[in-house]
Nanobody, 127 residues
Framework: QVTLVESGGGSVQAGRSLRLSCVVS????????MAWFRQLPGQEREAVAG???????????YYTLAVRGRFTISLNGAKDTVYLRMNNLQSEDTSMYYC?????????????????WGQGTQVTVSS
């Protein structure tokens, strides 16, 4: 069974930083997809960043235009924790952030592509 547990959310002022963490258990595929999405109430879940790990341990990050240059997705050495470093946070980054794993098919930035999800961690940015 695959489980994902996010942490690191909170309330910050605009311009500050946060780092989200997601511990992924039970995801043992040699090639892995993990991603961060965010969602406001009543809106669709939107992609933030994704990261692919190949069967040699190499990784490739992907970002949406809204966060490129401000957010960084990364993995720990064991490839079982995915981080999202968020710099220069803005009020429009306020959202519930979700970790996703195991992209079965479809585009990396499409929420329907992922099989497993965490419960989310709230990020609130005040101006």
């Amino acid at each position: 069974q695959v489980t994902l547990v996010e942490s690191g959310g909170g309330s910050v002022q605009a311009g500050r930083s946060l780092r989200l963490s997601c511990v992924v258990s039970g995801y043992t595929a040699p090639r892995k997809w993990m991603a961060w999405f965010r969602q406001l109430p009543g809106q669709e879940r939107e992609a933030v960043a994704g990261i692919y790990t190949d069967d040699l341990g190499g990784t490739a990050p992907y970002y949406t235009l809204a966060v490129r240059g401000r957010f960084t997705i990364s993995l720990n050495g064991a490839k079982d924790t995915v981080y999202l470093r968020m710099n220069n946070l803005q009020s429009e980054d306020t959202s519930m952030y979700y970790c996703a794993a195991d992209r079965s098919s479809g585009d990396w930035d499409d929420a329907i592509s992922y099989r497993y999800w965490g419960q989310g961690t709230q990020v609130t940015v005040s101006s």
